[in-house]
Nanobody
Framework: QVPLVESGGGSVQAGGSLNLSCQVSDIPGYTFSELCLGWLRQTPEKEPEGVATIDRDGLTHYADSVQGRFTISKDHSQNLLNLQITSLKPEDTAVYIC??????????????????RGQGTQVTVSS
């Protein structure tokens, strides 16, 4: 398990922006650069869904619902995973969860299989 701690959630109006961050701690045998990282989101009514992933080579993958509005990135100097969210919609309201996996595929379809997860940070978008 990779220790993950999210920050940056909040309440915004539709059309607004937020920047989420996830502090990724080191674990024995793996470096930050070797991890497959991603963001999930969950509401009380739904199962967690993959939002974005970024693989070891920096290739990014997004859910269709957020393509063009969300940007996932890594800050190697601080072991941070970031998610820039723009043009927020009320349907983006959810708990956003940082996730990681040590091996396996890193595309958006596999995001919900990432076993290491943080506690999540709430994003609330009002209309």
């Amino acid at each position: 398990q990779v220790p993950l701690v999210e920050s940056g959630g909040g309440s915004v109006q539709a059309g607004g922006s937020l920047n989420l961050s996830c502090q990724v701690s080191d674990i024995p045998g793996y470096t930050f650069s070797e991890l497959c990282l991603g963001w999930l989101r969950q509401t009380p009514e739904k199962e967690p869904e993959g939002v974005a992933t970024i693989d070891r080579d920096g290739l990014t993958h997004y859910a269709d619902s957020v393509q063009g509005r969300f940007t996932i990135s890594k800050d190697h100097s601080q072991n941070l995973l970031n998610l820039q969210i723009t043009s927020l919609k009320p349907e983006d309201t959810a708990v956003y969860i940082c996730a990681a996996r040590l091996s396996g595929l890193c595309t958006i379809n596999y995001a919900t299989r990432f076993r290491s997860r943080g506690q999540g940070t709430q994003v609330t978008v009002s209309s």
